[in-house]
């Protein structure tokens, strides 16, 4: 069974670039599997953050962007602030109807 | 966007279920609607969608044969009906509404509502 992988945690300085990947356990991620990412923090509902790739969601800031990178879907957060301290979630399309979440990305931004 | 979850509770190992979701904000039957759960701090599990205007319905492996996801169009609602409920379904079920009428993922999110299932 394919497993969706990400890094379990990372940190960023404030006003710093980050990168965060979301790949398969076997094969490569292609735009066919539509990556989507969501940040969430504790006690919240999950925010959607990009979608299809590369789309920002309704009144996300240009800080958030995402691509594919190589063998991954990739989200890059550009001048890091302190809010964006969170747990991101990527979900890819399987095929099917079927989706499969990532198991989180643990932000912390010091 | 509004999406309000409710009838979520405690129930026994075995037991059963039903979420309902009420949505508002949005032409509803425009849009496939997702169930996303989430357990004690563990990360989030894609449930089940159902597109918007033909009903089709999709489930993860871990519900299938167990969960129904339906609509009414005509109320502006989505449920998710959870037999034999096990003690691993324990979560927080977040109702989330899709980008478009098939095949998209979640736009907008409910606020969840907490099911135990526990004797």
């Known amino acids: 069974q394919t497993v969706v992988t990400q890094e379990p945690s990372f940190s960023v300085s404030p006003g710093g670039t980050v990168t965060l990947t979301c790949g398969l356990t076997?094969?490569?991620?292609?735009?066919?599997?539509?990556p989507s990412w969501y940040q969430q923090t504790p006690g919240q509902a999950p925010r959607t953050l990009i979608y299809?790739?590369?789309s920002r969601s309704s009144g996300v800031p240009d800080r958030f962007s995402g691509s594919i990178l190589g063998n991954k879907a990739a989200l890059t957060i550009t001048g890091a602030q302190a809010d964006d301290e969170s747990d991101y979630y990527c979900?890819?399309?399987?095929?099917?109807?079927?989706?499969?979440f990532g198991g989180g990305t643990k932000l912390t931004v010091l | 966007v509004q999406l309000v979850e409710s009838g979520g509770g405690l129930v026994q190992p075995g037991g059963s279920l039903r979420l309902s979701c009420a949505a508002s904000?949005?032409?509803?039957?425009?849009?496939?609607m997702s169930w996303v759960r989430q357990a004690p701090d563990k990360g989030l599990e894609w449930v089940s969608a159902?597109?918007?205007?033909?009903?089709?319905?999709y489930y993860a492996d871990s519900v299938k044969g167990r969960f129904t996801i339906s609509r009414d169009n005509s109320k502006n609602t989505v449920y998710l009906q959870m037999n034999r409920l096990r003690a691993e379904d324990t979560a927080v079920y977040y109702c989330?509404?899709?980008?478009?009428?098939?095949?998209?993922?979640?736009?907008?999110w409910g606020q969840g509502t907490l099911v135990t299932v526990s004797s």
């Open positions: 989330a509404k899709n980008y478009f009428e098939s095949g998209s993922s979640v736009e907008y």
């Open positions: 904000g949005f032409t509803f039957n425009m849009h496939a």
């Open positions: 159902i597109t918007g205007s033909t009903g089709s319905t």
């Open positions: 076997s094969g490569s991620v292609s735009t066919s599997y539509y």
């Open positions: 299809s790739i590369n």
């Open positions: 979900v890819l399309y399987m095929g099917g109807g079927i989706w499969v």
